[in-house]
């Protein structure tokens, strides 16, 4: 006689419904054990494996036919149910090599009992070897649980499904090309379109009055026919404890903060290859539903129903902290707050005195540039068809404001006065500006007349007020109707008399050729409607759109604006439309037409048409 111990492992087995309708139904467990065997003798199942289709036809198939009736009823997509039905083979498949293995390993251990038992029992004793039935199928489930645990856990038993670290890895991207064309109308003012930026992103300007005609100027007059591209692939990996990581990388033909385009045949041309940029790079912790941190740089953390005021995919580098709470049934209010540094004194600026100054080297004072912004706002259904969104944000763009310097001798381009950092290190175009440098007029410049080395800073502080909002008509759903607004105050511009007499641009132009008043503004209102699908990612899905926007000169600091409507920056009025039509699975046509006109200051107006054809994975 014998015995077989076995202890009883516990656990559960987790199946899907699905998966369970699959093994019990027969010619579908049959096709799925053909998929195996094909897997197993190194052939493609894909010619067995069941479809997905909306074809009225009748499977014999139970488990088909209720996938294709959920496909049809608008429950499921094409591309969910065949990734239900492929998970389910998956997991059919595993129960089979684990009921097959535990089978096997249940026979060796029954004959490794017959020869122990056999081994122990006196030289001429004869066995009769039974092993109940029920011992049998214990010590089976037993090792097909023990199985199936191994299996989930390595995933070698389920073709085509990732290790578990890589599911926690998710990869994004996006491609556009686009074609713009740029239309000016005669009359534009060529010689007083100064480009501030390049001034104060290269070497300081001479203003001499010898030198007057020869200020860098943008281009006003000449039209331009372009094709550019943008190509952005990111990832997100959840880490562990609410813990996430996140990266993206994106083209450009410059660090602007307010483009990732590149245009063919751009910098020097002859197909040279183009740049990477690190987009986006962040941790984010979430201890809590309905409450993030985030630290690095990372997406806009405030919720914005238009380009007003941002460029719709500006990367904002510091600190973020969000959150929302459902107050009453089909109300959230939502909230963010954060710190962001736009600037950080280099740690080796200091001066370099003139030659017949004896002094040592003077360090500069740290000029450190903040941004503080804070939001509250309130998202909700009137019923199933009107939803709306509401939201009021402050910010405070501390120390962009220039400074005049001390008194400083400036006697060629290489020279430094001690508030030259104060300039803004990048700019589009709209906002007023100011000298920075106080030059003493002596002999090295022929006193005053010559040797004006300049750099430009912004004439005012910026401390905004935005309310923004959004209202969804869904009557006619999948066609939406969308109202789109938000206005937007500076409340910390200034008309004072001391600033206006500091000024160099954005005066009124006049019949006479004369000097006009100082027409700088600090407010600004975009209304707009867009009419279809709110989202473009299936076939021949559409929407249009039409709107106004009008951004007064120093409502906002015209670096960080829409780069699209006028050329990019504040100061501009004026209308636009457009449409996006989807041409494939998640690939769409895009349109949108813009006029555009200056506010104040020479007159300026320019027309752009954007055709885009975009993709998404």
Same mark, same amino acid.
């Given at each position: ?70 496909? /049809? ?13 492929? !998970? ?6 595993? !129960?089979?090599? *684990? ?48 199985? %199936? ?28 090309? #686009? ?85 063919? $045949? ?6 040279? /290859? ?11 912790? !979430? ?9 690095? #740089? %990372? ?18 580098? +510091?600190?973020? *902290? ?5 107050? *009453?049934?089909?109300?959230? *209010? ?46 909700? /259904? ?42 803004? $290190?990048?700019?589009?175009? +709209? ?25 430009? $800073? ?26 789109? $607004? ?69 409502? %906002? ?15 501009? /009025?004026?209308?636009?439309? +457009? ?14 037409? %813009? ?23």
């Amino acid at each position: 006689m014998f015995e077989i111990k076995f202890g009883a492992r516990r656990g559960t087995l987790l199946a899907a419904s699905l998966t369970a309708l699959i093994c019990a139904t027969p010619s579908f467990a049959q096709g799925a054990g053909d998929a195996a065997d094909a897997v197993d003798i190194g052939k493609s199942p894909e010619s067995k494996r069941p479809k997905v289709t909306k074809a009225r036809a009748i499977s014999p198939n139970a488990t088909i036919n209720l996938v294709n009736l959920l496909v /049809k009823q608008g429950v499921l997509t094409e591309e969910q149910a065949r990734s239900l039905i492929d !998970q389910a083979e998956k997991e059919a498949y595993v !129960q089979r090599q *684990a009921t097959k293995d535990a089978t096997a390993k249940a026979g060796d251990a029954a004959k490794a009992a017959v020869a122990a038992s056999a081994a122990a029992s006196p030289p001429g004793v004869k066995h009769v070897t039974y092993v109940p039935e029920i011992v049998k199928r214990q010590l089976r489930d037993d090792i097909k649980k023990e199985v %199936m645990a191994q299996a989930q856990k390595e995933n070698w038993a389920s073709p085509g499904v990732f290790p578990e670290w890589a599911t926690r890895i998710r990869f994004y991207g996006d491609m556009r090309i #686009r074609y713009r064309g740029i239309y000016y109308p005669s009359g534009n003012d060529q010689v007083n379109a100064v480009n501030f930026n390049a001034i104060n992103t290269g070497s300081p300007y001479d203003v001499s009055q010898s030198n007057a005609y020869y200020w860098p100027t943008v281009d006003v007059s000449q039209n331009r026919n372009q094709f550019r591209f943008r190509a952005r692939l990111g990832m997100e990996a959840d880490l562990s404890d609410g813990f996430t990581v996140g990266m993206r990388f994106a083209g450009g033909e410059n660090n602007s903060p307010v483009s990732q385009n590149q245009t063919f $045949g751009y910098n020097g041309g002859n197909f040279v /290859k183009y740049s990477l940029w690190i987009d986006r790079a962040f941790f984010k912790y !979430q201890p809590v539903d309905g409450f993030s941190i985030t630290a690095g #740089r %990372m997406d806009n953390p405030f919720w914005s129903p238009s380009d007003l005021v941002w460029y719709s995919d500006i990367g904002f580098d +510091g600190f973020a *902290a969000k959150g929302h709470y459902e107050v *009453a049934e089909g109300v959230t *209010a939502f909230a963010s707050g954060g710190a962001f540094p736009l600037f950080n004194t280099d740690l080796n600026a200091g001066i370099n005195l003139p030659s017949y100054d004896q002094g040592p080297p003077t360090s500069l004072p740290s000029h450190d540039k903040w941004l503080y912004g804070a939001q509250l706002g309130i998202a909700g /259904k009137i019923d199933p068809e009107y939803s709306f969104k509401l939201a009021a944000t402050y910010y405070d763009f501390n120390n962009v404001q220039g400074k005049v310097s001390s008194a400083c001798v400036v006697s060629s381009a290489s020279d430094v006065c001690d508030t030259d950092m104060t300039r803004p $290190g990048f700019a589009q175009r +709209g906002n007023s500006y100011m000298p920075l440098r106080s030059i003493i007029a002596d002999s090295s410049n022929n006193y005053g007349t010559a040797n004006q080395f300049q750099y430009f $800073g912004l004439l005012q502080q910026f401390r905004p007020v935005v309310v923004g909002g959004q209202f969804d008509i869904a009557s006619f759903d999948p066609i939406h109707v969308i109202l789109d $607004g938000e206005y937007i105050v500076n409340t910390a511009f200034s008309r004072s008399a001391l600033l206006q007499s500091l000024a160099v641009n954005n005066f009124q132009s006049t019949s006479d050729g004369t000097i006009g008043r100082y027409g700088a503004g600090n407010m600004g209102y975009l209304a707009s409607v867009t009419v279809g699908r709110k989202e473009i990612r299936h076939l021949w899905e559409w929407n249009v759109l039409a709107g106004y926007r009008y951004l007064q000169s120093d409502a %906002m600091v015209d670096a960080f604006v829409d780069n699209s409507f006028g050329l990019g920056g504040t100061n501009l /009025k004026g209308y636009f439309v +457009g449409g996006n039509l989807g041409v494939g699975e998640n690939v769409w046509l895009t349109m949108r037409w %813009m006029s555009a006109d200056n506010i104040a200051g020479s007159r300026y107006a320019v027309d752009v048409l954007h055709l885009d054809l975009n993709g998404k994975f």
